[in-house]
């Protein structure tokens, strides 16, 4: 989940540091408005910390297609070490070692969409 809010003068998002899970932590951390120099135009704003939403962001896809990867291979490593598969197993021995990163990545879908729509719920 990254978060950011849109410069006021040339749209572009700006990223807000923070790992708040949502806007009231983000208002201590931060105040409830707070200024934000953005990188394309160099203009100043103040925003609040309604302006601030969230999104799925790319750096924890990463690192969520990383721990998939980690698990399948040891996974597939250990049953190969310490089990003889036998031919006729492979096919459902090849599904299950999918269905391994599958679940994986919905568990990490449905809990950061989760978290988004939590932190996108406006504070009062
Ligand atoms: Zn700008």
Do not use: W
């Not at 951390?29 to 990188?39: A, D, N, Q, V, Y």
């Not at 160099?42 to 750096?59: E, L, M, R």
């Amino acid at each position: 989940m990254k978060k950011e809010v849109r410069c006021k003068k040339c749209k572009q998002s700006i990223a807000v540091k923070s790992v708040a899970e949502d806007r009231v932590v983000l208002a201590r951390e931060l105040g409830k408005e707070f200024e934000l120099i953005c990188p394309a135009c160099q203009t100043v704003f103040t925003y609040h910390v309604n302006d601030v939403k969230a999104k799925k962001s790319i750096v924890s896809l990463v690192f969520v297609i990383a721990v998939m990867l980690i698990v399948t291979f040891v996974v597939a490593y250990f049953v190969f070490k310490n089990f003889k598969v036998d031919k006729i197993f492979y096919f459902y021995y090849l599904l299950g070692l999918i269905s391994i990163p599958a679940v994986i990545f919905s568990i990490h879908t449905k809990a950061e969409t989760r978290r988004i729509s939590r932190f996108n719920r406006y504070m009062k």
